[in-house]
């Protein structure tokens, strides 16, 4: 039986999958192997390159070339020293040579050569001596290359741009250098690229709608089990196609636990939603992964704007390349998080301090007959944030987005005993967006949360005035039954009692607004 594969290159045989082949443009990158181009692939973690590169080694050699896949990932140990990193890099090269093509002849001389030749020389004279030994022109595949750092990165490109004037007959006719980043990026105390050869920059992306939704059609194939027609419209909005987010939901769904495995059981929106959380709550390593990443500066460069509902991004060019080469920020503008499982992901990692470390009795904002009580609740926070706050702002890393975080992760903490919170952020929005869901009986009732700051030089009225007009678009387009604005006004010299207030505003077509000053 086949099945969704979260782990390792896909095994179509064992996985459900999308043709590796078909993952990128076949026609050009044989046109490039065809013309001795060397080329770049990249794509973010998990998203199916070395699926695609094994199965384009497999095309190659078919077709007459002597094609050998290997990754330099092991030689990351070896930081800043060349020599240890070139005798991982070619006894790799050497056993994947052995095993793929049968060839002895790396695996025999690669260590006579590295003492010959030392470590910025040996890769070039391995290849060239290998490529004048091979009856078949060469094709080098090299996976994780920005896995090496510092000068083993550097040495590896310098030797192979030598040895670029020699193909094919006495250097490979074609590499292709596939990692997270395009190779641009790698300049390595320098100013310019140490690899500048590269013909072509290749990105694979995601799955689209129609390839995600093949890949759950496999499965109903093969077991009868069917998705729901809002589980498939759940697993493409969550995930917009990142392809371990997909396959990680569907995985979840139909195959851990025993009453999901029963095929007479249709897959439903609600079964999506948990296994969505479950991912979550368990911080699985890709998520962890991702998550990881908010530490470095040029990724919070990039995210605290998109958090704090600024108009101005700080982030340069390179930041947001940077981060969208991660897969954290979509390809396409505006700049925002790729899709929403991340955008759940950002918040909730960057509060989860407050989220461990609060307190909560959850019963007290429930009311008798189940519903949940938002305006209790928000008098809560208010009285939190008031008591609070000074204490938390200074725990948070992102600085400027300190009270939208604060205020995620308060309503997270207690609404999720029994409903979810849904998050909508972006670059130049000047607000944060949540829709609290809660179930009721039957049916599921919803609520607008949003968050504005007043800032230094802004004004309140025109700040609440701005804002209640669009908490109430935001009820529009959800019908949510009610609307709550919260307004943190940051502005030096303000006193609590001038910036704590709870009023109602009506927005200009008549729809009732709470705002909630702090």
Not at 70 to 81: N, S
Not at 219 to 236: K, S
Not at 406 to 427: D, P
Request: charged share 30%.
């Amino acid at each position: 039986m086949r099945s969704f594969n979260t782990t390792g290159p896909v095994k179509p045989d064992k996985h459900y999958c999308v043709p590796p082949l078909e993952r990128f443009d076949l026609d050009e990158v044989l046109r490039l192997v065809d013309g001795e181009k060397y080329f770049v692939l990249h794509a973010p973690r998990q998203t199916g390159k070395t699926s695609s590169l094994l199965a384009l080694c497999d095309l190659l050699n078919r077709q007459g070339y002597g094609c050998v896949y290997t990754t330099v990932e092991t030689a990351r140990t070896a930081r800043d020293d060349v020599e240890e990193a070139m005798r991982t890099v070619l006894s790799g090269l050497g056993s994947r040579a052995r095993l793929t093509l049968g060839d002895e002849f790396l695996a025999r001389e690669w260590s006579g050569i590295l003492a010959e030749f030392g470590p910025n020389g040996a890769l070039g004279e391995a290849l060239t001596r290998w490529a004048e030994a091979s009856p078949k022109p060469l094709v080098l595949l090299i996976d994780e290359i920005d896995t090496l750092q510092g000068d083993p990165l550097l040495s590896t490109l310098q030797q192979l741009r030598a040895g670029y004037p020699m193909r094919p007959g006495a250097f490979p006719q074609c590499v292709v250098l596939c990692g997270l980043r395009d190779v641009r990026d790698y300049r390595i105390r320098s100013t310019s690229s140490p690899f500048n050869i590269v013909a072509k920059s290749l990105r694979m992306g995601d799955f689209t709608r129609e390839e995600t939704l093949t890949l759950l059609d496999q499965h109903t194939r093969e077991t009868g089990q069917a998705f729901t027609d809002d589980a498939r419209e759940a697993i493409w909005t969550q995930t917009l196609g990142q392809p371990w987010l997909v396959n990680a939901l569907a995985y979840e769904t139909c195959f851990e636990s025993e009453a999901k495995r029963d095929r007479s059981r249709p897959i439903t929106a609600d079964d999506i939603a948990e296994a969505r959380e479950d991912l979550i709550v368990r911080r699985v390593t890709h998520l962890d992964q991702l998550a990881d990443k908010l530490r470095e500066d040029r990724v919070r460069r990039v995210v605290e704007p998109m958090l704090s509902g600024a108009d101005e991004r700080r982030a340069t060019e390179r930041d947001i390349e940077y981060a969208r080469d991660l897969g954290l920020i979509a390809r396409d503008k505006p700049v925002r998080i790729a899709n929403p499982i991340y955008a759940e992901v950002v918040p909730r990692e960057l509060g989860w301090i407050l989220q461990e470390e609060l307190d909560l009795n959850t019963t007290w904002y429930v009311d008798a007959d189940d519903s949940l009580n938002l305006d209790r609740l928000m008098e809560a926070f208010q009285d939190f944030f008031r008591r609070h706050s000074e204490h938390w702002k200074n725990r948070f890393m992102y600085e400027e987005a300190w009270p939208q975080i604060l205020l995620q992760a308060y309503l997270h903490r207690v609404v999720n005993g029994g409903g979810r919170i849904e998050r909508e952020y972006g670059l130049g929005r000047g607000r944060v967006d949540l829709l609290i869901t809660w179930p009721r009986g039957d049916r599921m009732r919803e609520y607008v949360v949003e968050c504005k700051v007043v800032r230094v030089g802004d004004g309140l009225e025109s700040t609440v005035r701005d804002g209640v007009e669009q908490t109430a678009g935001y009820m529009a387009r959800c019908a949510a039954e009610a609307g709550h604005l919260v307004v943190i006004d940051r502005r030096e010299g303000r006193s609590w009692d001038e910036k704590v207030f709870r009023r109602q505003h009506r927005s200009q077509d008549d729809v009732p607004v709470d705002v909630w000053g702090m």
